[in-house]
Nanobody, 117 residues
């Protein structure tokens, strides 16, 4: 069993910054991928940023240069630092992990990020 605990969502002004945190809690974990996705009404859930166990990072084109993802393998934690936020970044953000071997995926409950004046 894996529990993903998310925090850091909220309301920010355009051009502002916000950092999301995801902590994967379990007695034993072997996580391959760890990342953040987002979804708005009427649209498919899309990957924002992810990092694998070896430090390889992928960013969505829409956030590249503005968002930074980091991962602490020992603490099973992923941080998403978001800067220069735009109204179109408004979405529910979900933490996601993929395990080695079985490639089983788990999702967080989602945290709302709203960018508005």
């Amino acid at each position: 069993q894996v529990q993903l605990v998310e925090s850091g969502g909220g309301l920010v002004q355009p051009g502002g910054s916000l950092t999301l945190s995801c902590v994967a809690r379990a007695t034993m974990l072997n996580i391959y991928n760890m990342g953040w996705y987002r979804q708005v009404p009427g649209k498919v859930r899309e990957v924002v940023a992810q990092v694998d166990a070896y430090g390889n990072i992928n960013y969505a084109d829409s956030v590249k240069g503005r968002f930074i993802i980091s991962r602490d393998n020992a603490l099973n934690t992923a941080l998403l630092r978001m800067s220069s936020l735009r109204p179109e970044d408004t979405a529910v953000y979900y933490c996601n992990i993929e395990l080695f071997g079985s490639r089983t995926q788990r999702w967080g409950q989602g945290t709302q990020v709203t960018v508005s004046s």
